[in-house]
Nanobody, 124 residues
Framework: QVQLVESGGGLVQAGGSLRLSCAAS????????MGWFRQAPGKERLFVAS????????NYVNSVKGRFTISRDNSKNTVYLQMNSLRPEDTAVYYC?????????????????WGQGTQVTVSS
């Protein structure tokens, strides 16, 4: 059993930055494929970024490429999402997710464990 807790969200102006953290407990962190998803009010939960077990491969939705960076520190059982040049359309609840093995990284249904989310609000 794995528990995930997100932190680092908040209110920022357009063009600003935030760094989200996801702390994991239980299980073996390095064995999990990690992802970030986001869900805006009234919208479905959508893929943002993912990272493989040792951080060798990352994937991003096109809208955040060049602005967001996902990383992980297995010694701290933590995955991060550095968000720069934030835009109002980035406003959402951001969720950390963990998958056993290698899921289809863009598909939320492929992940096994989820955090409770952290709110990111970007004002114009």
């Amino acid at each position: 059993q794995v528990q995930l807790v997100e932190s680092g969200g908040g209110l920022v102006q357009a063009g600003g930055s935030l760094r989200l953290s996801c702390a994991a407990s239980g299980g073996t962190f390095s064995s999990y494929f990690m992802g970030w998803f986001r869900q805006a009010p009234g919208k479905e939960r959508l893929f943002v970024a993912s990272i493989t077990w040792t951080g060798g491969t990352t994937n991003y939705v096109n809208s955040v490429k060049g602005r967001f960076t996902i990383s992980r520190d297995n010694s701290k059982n933590t995955v991060y999402l550095q968000m720069n040049s934030l835009r109002p359309e980035d406003t959402a609840v951001y969720y950390c997710a963990a998958g056993r093995g290698r899921p289809a990284f863009w598909n939320a249904d492929e992940y096994d464990y989820w955090g409770q989310g952290t709110q990111v609000t970007v004002s114009s």
